[in-house]
């Protein structure tokens, strides 16, 4: 922002005539003045009453007499107490719209093959079951934050780790073995993920109705958990498994393909996308082969059962189980071969995991052990830790069956938002398809909206039908507005209107158009705020805030009606660049903008 820079840089030598003393620019508070004020930044001046030894009030108005004489960018000044308000001159606001104009990425830093590489895991679901509520809000933070990290300047690579083995994917293929008929996709006409999580459904619900059985003839809960012949015949599944058995890796084959047609579909709806998948079925022997190869560097130790642990007292915490003393792996062993094999595969120099809070511990671990076995990311591995999503109604729970899956979610919305567009007129005089798309847009702008405007460290509660208000802070009010100044540009062009290169600097700009560039410059900063805080949020926000101040400049001024010819053309250069914004905005966030609502 070319006069914030001169202002900081005015300030520093004033200080320095007026108290002789040298200033740093860390030492510089200078932020946008608060609402109720008149000004555009407020400088703090109380870290100077040392230098000046005077009153806040008479520093501040010392700062500003001297401003007002030597910064033609500061055209009037006014003291609160600490707080010295700048107001800016005319003139510089319009230049600083010449300036953003001119650039078509503004916001955005261009990724160079010398920028450090960021690996952004997200996603992780079970070959069990299909993606429920809690991965659309999983997926949805993961891609954004590929996105954000990219609009940083950083190379980024976008990644999936498959759990695609373990005793609840033995559940699903024993239930399909024992009652499923040779169903397949194609004979029930179901998404192949879906089918195989009626399975674990079903198994759940045949496993507690023995339990019941034991216990009618006077076995305790334990004891019938030991009892069950249904467990035991999951984990017999698991042992030929991990012993290679061909039948058993077949049918494991087959109904993992199913499930992962089923996903890709998924994916696609949601717009989401990965650059590399890793499958648990090849990392956990590399995570084993690294355990042991810490136990003979004596990183780990292995106990008389041949069980291998962490001892991690020394960092606060206790001691970690790794391998079994079957040899059989743990979720951490897993964790590690992944990253080994990543490791293998790229130059990472940040690795961040989008995973739920309710992993916190386990990545705290991670993060030691990978530091422990020589892994340069280790140290900075970040654990991108996000809150629960719950619907109004309550919890979800996956093996009874009472999760909000992610297909039917995404099918409601864009159903939802179908009628409510048909009803407010914004389908009127559009094509078939045309109205679909629109549908299909505001239905998952909306979901993606709704999660992604919440701090991702907080729990929420998803309410579908909130979400798809047309008023408020909400995606379809975003689109909405920007469908509406896409028309009003494309009413300009037809009238023959030409845009100026340039904006004249002396033509007259009221408050609220000041305002609304102040926004708009805004947006580099919030980018890279949102990059440092891993918060699609702050994004989401913002463009709402802008979309919400060009809303009550729209109907306070004439744009294409405006007398005044230059005006005009101000207003729709204004009015252009902040399409710009919202749609390069919301792009980060992984949601389409239409231009015809």
């Known amino acids: 922002m070319g006069f914030q820079q ?27 003045t608060k609402k ?8 703090v001046v109380f870290p100077f009453l040392r230098i000046s030894k005077k009153s806040p009030e008479q520093t501040a108005q010392d700062i500003g007499e001297y401003l007002t004489s030597h910064e033609p960018a500061v055209a009037s000044f006014n003291v609160i107490k600490g707080f010295l308000n700048l107001c800016i001159a005319p003139g510089c606001w319009i230049r600083l719209l010449n300036e953003i104009d001119q650039d078509p990425a503004f916001g955005i830093i261009p990724v160079t093959e010398q920028a450090p590489l960021v690996m952004i895991e997200y996603s992780s679901p079970n070959t069990n079951k299909p993606l429920h509520l809690g991965h659309v809000r999983n997926n949805l933070l993961g891609y954004s934050l590929a996105e954000i990290m990219k609009a940083n300047g950083y190379q980024v690579v976008k990644t999936n780790i498959v759990n695609d083995r373990g005793i609840h994917i033995c559940k699903s293929m024993l239930a399909w073995e024992k009652w499923g008929n040779g169903a397949t996709p194609e004979s029930t006409g179901k ?41 035991a015949e999951a984990r017999e599944m698991l042992r030929k498994w991990e012993a290679g058995d061909e039948q058993v890796v077949s049918l494991w084959k087959t109904m993992n393909n199913w499930v992962y047609a089923g996903f890709d579909e998924t994916y696609r709806k949601m717009g989401v996308d990965f650059d590399k998948i890793y499958y648990e079925s090849e990392t956990y022997l590399e995570g084993k082969e690294k355990v042991l190869e810490g136990v003979q560097k004596g990183v780990f130790y292995q ?18 189980l790794l391998l079994r003393a079957d040899g059989t792996s743990v979720y951490m062993t897993q964790d590690i071969g992944t990253a080994k094999l990543r490791f293998d595969d790229y130059p990472i120099n940040q690795m961040i995991y989008v995973v739920g809070n309710e992993q916190n511990y386990h990545f705290q671990v991670l993060s030691i052990l990978l530091d422990k076995l020589g892994f340069e990311f280790g140290k900075g591995l970040v654990h ?6 719950e619907l109004p109604e309550g919890k979800m729970k996956s093996c009874e069956g009472t999760v909000v899956d992610a297909d039917d979610l995404m099918e409601k919305m864009i159903s939802t938002a179908r009628d409510t567009s048909k009803e407010l007129g914004k389908l009127d005089g559009l094509s078939a398809a045309e109205a679909e798309n629109i549908a299909r847009i505001v239905g998952l702008g909306a979901l993606k909206y709704f999660i992604l405007k919440v701090d991702p460290r907080k729990n929420m509660t998803f309410n579908p039908k909130e979400s798809i208000d047309f008023n408020g802070n909400t995606g379809p009010f975003i689109q909405y507005t920007y469908a509406r100044i896409c028309s009003v540009l494309r009413k300009a062009n037809e009238q023959g209107i030409q845009l100026p290169e340039q904006i004249h600097t002396d033509l007259p700009v009221s408050g609220k158009e000041e305002s609304l560039i102040q926004l708009i410059s805004e947006y580099a900063t919030i980018v890279q705020e949102a990059g440092k805080e891993y918060s699609p949020a702050l994004i989401a926000n913002y463009i709402y805030e802008l ?12 744009i294409l009606k405006e007398e005044n010819e230059q005006i005009r053309k101000f207003r729709l250069v204004l009015s252009k660049n902040v399409t710009k914004i919202v749609k390069s905005g919301m792009a980060l966030l992984g949601i389409e903008v239409p231009e015809r609502m």
């Open 6 to 32: 001169k202002i900081t840089d005015a300030i520093i030598q004033g200080i320095q005539v007026l108290y002789g003393a040298e200033i740093t620019v860390d030492q510089l508070q200078l932020q946008k």
């Open 36 to 43: 109720e004020f008149t000004g555009h930044l407020t400088l």
């Open 191 to 231: 998404k192949g993920d879906h089918l195989i999580g009626d399975f674990y459904v079903l198994f759940d619900k045949q496993y507690k109705q023995e339990l019941r059985q034991l216990e009618e003839t006077g076995c305790t809960k334990e004891e019938a958990e030991s009892r069950s012949t249904l467990m």
């Open 303 to 320: 106990r008389e059962d041949q069980s291998v642990w962490a001892d991690l007292t020394r960092e606060g915490l206790d001691e970690k």
């Open 384 to 389: 991108f830790s996000y809150g629960m999503v």
């Open 547 to 558: 979309v919400k101040e060009y809303n009550q400049f729209y109907h306070n001024f004439s």
